[in-house]
């Protein structure tokens, strides 16, 4: 495969040879270690935060909500501080993957379909890993079908693949102008109290409703708790008004990944 530069992009022609794939191959997986050691860090426990962080999250806020008597069944609760975790996590995450245009690597320009596969394969395991301690509570101690936890499982990975992309096509937003990060944090720690992540759907009325049928992460949550077995309104929700969203989020997303390789041209000094 040959690369073509010049001032506009930088763009590859030809097929890959068996060691261009073979290179490419361990050049994601490297990446893909990088990721997971930039998240343990010098912690003790490591990656095991991955798993422990939501699982006390919840117990907190479950603590809470039965003090002061709240609405919300412990299994709801679970789903969506787990569900809302990963989409918290994913568009951070993909709204700051500009910042490293490298992957490690410093002497060479990486494929950007290598980073693009280190990233999704990150974006799974986090994802599996943060939702794993919650499915597992569900299963053992509340007794949810193990349809419903699978299903619980995919809808994250949906909601993590998504919401990554999502957050790629905000990086170079976010690139030029840091401020939107700042934006972007306050919008999703306003979306943790106002959408329906500590209770279902049904326990909110009036301009609060509507305003959550808006909110994309409404309709995964939701649809994991109907699965679940739990109270949800997914059913009751209008296709006109699911369908638009859901599409546009998809979009975002496609979006994001198609567009990578130009993020990272355009931060070049090169461009």
């Not at 603590?63 to 918290?88: C, M, N």
């Not at 596969?117 to 509340?142: H, M, W």
């Not at 008004?241 to 198609?258: E, Q, R, T, W, Y």
Request: positive net charge.
């Amino acid at each position: 495969m040959d690369r073509i530069i010049n001032h506009d992009s930088c763009s590859e022609v030809g097929p890959l040879t068996p060691g261009e794939i073979s290179v490419d191959r361990e050049r994601s997986s490297f990446i893909f270690r990088k990721k997971i050691r930039t998240v343990s860090g010098r912690k003790k426990l490591g990656l095991a935060w991955i798993v422990i962080d939501p699982i006390v999250t919840s117990l907190i806020y479950l603590f809470v909500l039965t003090v002061l008597k709240a609405r919300s069944d412990p299994e709801s609760l679970f789903i969506g501080i787990a569900t809302y975790s990963v989409l918290q996590n994913s568009l951070k995450s993909g709204s700051v993957s500009i910042k490293d245009l490298t992957g490690g690597f410093k002497a060479e320009r990486i494929r950007t379909r290598t980073m693009v596969n280190s990233t999704l394969k990150y974006r799974a395991v986090d994802t599996l890993a943060s939702t794993l301690g919650i499915a597992g509570i569900l299963f053992f101690v509340y007794d949810v079908r193990l349809f419903g936890i699978v299903m619980f499982i995919a809808i994250s990975q949906l909601i993590g693949l998504i919401f990554e992309g999502i957050g790629l096509s905000l990086s170079l937003l976010v690139r030029r102008i840091p401020d939107v990060m700042n934006i972007l944090n306050l919008f999703l720690r306003l979306m943790f109290f106002a959408g329906p992540v500590m209770y279902p759907m049904a326990a909110t009325t009036g301009l609060h409703y509507q305003l959550n049928l808006l909110n994309p992460f409404t309709y995964f949550v939701e649809t994991a708790r109907y699965f679940c077995n739990l109270e949800a309104v997914i059913l009751n929700i209008e296709p006109v008004i699911s369908i638009p969203i859901l599409v546009i989020c998809i979009s975002l997303a496609f979006l994001g990944f198609s567009r990578v390789d130009r993020f990272r041209w355009v931060m070049t000094s090169w461009s």
